[in-house]
């Protein structure tokens, strides 16, 4: 019997590929006991406006180098106040706001944690059950991996009992495919390629934003707009 797992660090709000991602494994391993890279995908996300993309960024504090992802902590109390009234500024008049809006606004609400990778897995844990995805998300320091990249993630496999690694494209510069196959592990590869396009609040269409942006467009469209489904 086949059992898929990907590992993949959190992102906040992520776009639809990080989405199809996850409803394509059994598990999904957010992979935050590793390095934190500053200008990346970890505390912020694109919107598209009317003045084209936009970053929408949560402020963290970089106290050292070597920090952890898990390990970063929010530098503004008052960031989610401002993200909200952003996101009801730019959607307030997509076709499904509305349908969201009670439930966004009392998650960025409750957004009183000081750790970033916490405030990343609370919105995707929320985006899935609004999508319908029901794959189990788990932390990588519960695991405790060891070793260098290719073993950590070996080692993962190994200890959810998975026979199947799913990998997005930019790991093909570093995955030893070789040792992956020494212990029976198949490696799959994301294709994030032939996504339809839809009808955006704003042109030119965009898309590598948010997955706000598709539901708060197409609702309960969304998934027909996602590969995974």
């Given at each position: 019997?086949?059992?898929?797992?990907?590992?993949?660090?959190?992102?906040y709000?992520?776009?639809?590929?990080?989405f199809?991602?996850?409803?394509?494994?059994d598990?999904?391993?957010?992979y935050?006991?590793?390095?934190?890279?500053?200008?990346?995908w970890r505390n912020?996300?694109l919107?598209?406006?009317?003045n084209g993309?936009?970053?929408?960024?949560?402020p963290?504090?970089q106290?050292?180098l070597?920090?952890?992802?898990?390990?970063?902590?929010?530098?503004q109390k008052?960031?989610?106040?401002?993200?909200?009234?952003t996101l009801?500024a730019?959607?307030?008049?997509a076709?499904?706001?509305n349908?969201?809006k009670?439930?966004?606004?009392?998650?960025y609400?409750?957004?009183n944690?000081?750790?970033?990778?916490?405030i990343?897995?609370?919105?995707i844990c929320k985006?899935?059950?609004?999508?319908?995805?029901?794959?189990?998300i788990?932390s990588?320091?519960?695991?405790?991996?060891?070793g260098?990249?290719?073993?950590?993630?070996i080692?993962?496999?190994?200890?959810?009992?998975?026979?199947?690694?799913l990998?997005?494209?930019?790991?093909?510069?570093?995955?030893?495919?070789?040792?992956?196959?020494n212990?029976?592990?198949?490696?799959?590869?994301?294709e994030?390629s032939g996504?339809?396009e839809?009808?955006q609040?704003?042109?030119?269409?965009?898309?590598g934003?948010?997955?706000?942006d598709?539901?708060?467009?197409?609702?309960?469209?969304?998934?027909?707009?996602?590969?995974?489904?």
């Open positions: 019997m086949k059992k898929k797992i990907a590992i993949c660090q959190s992102n709000i992520p776009w639809k590929g990080y199809d991602m996850i409803n394509m494994v598990t999904f391993v957010l935050d006991d590793v390095q934190y890279t500053k200008n990346d912020r996300n919107i598209q406006t009317k993309l936009n970053w929408i960024t949560i963290v504090k106290k050292k070597d920090q952890l992802i898990n390990e970063t902590e929010i530098a008052n960031w989610n106040v401002k993200h909200w009234k009801e730019v959607y307030g008049r076709p499904f706001f349908n969201y009670k439930e966004f606004k009392e998650l609400e409750s957004c944690t000081s750790l970033l990778s916490e990343n897995k609370k919105f985006i899935n059950e609004i999508l319908g995805i029901s794959t189990k788990i990588s320091k519960s695991l405790e991996l060891t260098d990249k290719n073993e950590r993630l080692d993962a496999c190994k200890k959810l009992d998975a026979n199947v690694y990998s997005g494209p930019a790991a093909k510069s570093y995955i030893d495919i070789s040792l992956f196959k212990e029976e592990i198949d490696v799959e590869w994301m994030y996504y339809k839809y009808k609040s704003f042109f030119p269409f965009e898309h934003v948010s997955i706000l598709v539901l708060f467009n197409l609702g309960p469209e969304s998934i027909a707009y996602l590969k995974s489904f």
